[in-house]
């Protein structure tokens, strides 16, 4: 099993819509989670972090699912500037080096 | 705050040559610093942890002799790639931290682009 396993997508969408992205890791030791959006040919940036509690920003909302070691992210009213591929990353284990798990990418494409 | 830069942006190169990538925290000082390779499409997969200082941490199958990695001050670690070939064409990205493991923040350069010819 991968460490971190996404749906490549690519996911193509009109604007206005919900899409939501799964993904699943395969430590359970796993300390931390993100979401990271990559534009083509860019470094990642930073989207949010994910608490085990669930926790949105703006229209951005993110769940993690520690028992089944699941991770969301569901983006309402879709923009096209929201066409990036989205990158779920996990921290392995906390007081380790270089410890960032990054998962291939969902791609979205947002369209008029 | 927390910019990271990358020089060169893009490079191309002879097959057999060797490539130095710089990485620069502009405005932080940086314990911690880390390189990355992505191919197309496939995730950025972490060759290396430099810390100031000290010799660099390889992950499996990254060869230390080809990468080779200084991180000789704060601000700034280079990553040479010696006698590139064209496989080693890839996008190499760093990142920096501030309190790496104390904070799991990445702050990540734009990316050099290597292609070997």
């Known amino acids: 099993r991968k460490e971190v396993e996404q749906d490549p997508g690519p996911f193509n969408v009109p604007e206005g819509a919900t899409v939501a992205f799964n993904c699943t890791y395969s430590n359970s030791a796993s300390q931390s989670f993100f979401w990271y959006r990559q534009d083509c040919r860019k470094e990642p940036k930073l989207l949010m972090s994910v608490y085990s509690s669930g926790n949105e920003d703006g229209r951005f909302t993110a769940q993690l699912n520690r028992a089944s070691q699941y991770i969301s992210l569901l983006i309402r009213d879709s923009k096209l500037s929201d066409s990036a591929t989205y990158l779920c990353?996990?921290?392995?284990?906390?007081?380790?080096?270089?410890?960032?798990?990054f998962g291939k990418g969902t791609k979205l494409s947002v369209k008029p | 705050g927390a910019v990271v830069s990358q020089h060169p942006s893009w490079v191309i190169c002879k097959s057999g040559t060797s490539v130095k990538i710089e990485c620069r925290s502009l405005?932080?000082?940086?314990?911690?610093m880390f390189w990355y390779r992505q191919f197309p499409k496939q995730s950025l997969m972490l060759m290396a942890t430099s810390n100031e200082g000290s010799k660099a941490t390889y992950e499996q199958g990254v060869e230390k002799d080809k990468f080779l990695i200084n991180h000789a001050s704060l601000t700034l670690s280079t990553l040479t790639v010696t006698s590139a070939h064209p496989e080693d064409s890839s996008f190499y990205i760093c990142?920096?931290?501030?309190?790496?493991?104390?904070?799991?923040?990445?702050?990540f350069g734009p990316g050099t682009r290597l292609t070997v010819l």
């Open positions: 405005d932080f000082q940086a314990t911690t």
């Open positions: 990353v996990v921290n392995k284990v906390r007081g380790s080096q270089g410890n960032l798990i």
């Open positions: 990142s920096a931290s501030l309190d790496w493991p104390s904070t799991d923040t990445q702050y």
